[in-house]
């Protein structure tokens, strides 16, 4: 995954190792990271997972706000 991919994505959460693709480190680095707060995470089960606009936001993305409305109506809808 690189950081368009992640920017147009529509999922929640990325992967460890998605993470670690985008910023271009090992997943130990990422977990690192976490560890030391500086970066957001869930864990679920034995699973971490990290949420995706948090993320975008820590590397200076902007989101589009058309496909955050659009993921927010969907929501909604449930």
Known sequence: ???????????????????????????RTVTRA???????????????LIPRLPLLAALGVMVDDALTEVHEASSDDR
């Open 1 to 27: 995954m690189d950081l368009e991919e992640l920017r147009i994505s529509r999922a929640a959460v990325v992967t460890l190792a998605q993470a670690a693709a985008v910023f271009g480190v090992d997943v």
């Open 34 to 48: 976490i560890e030391n707060g500086e970066l957001p995470a869930l864990r679920l089960g034995r699973r971490v």
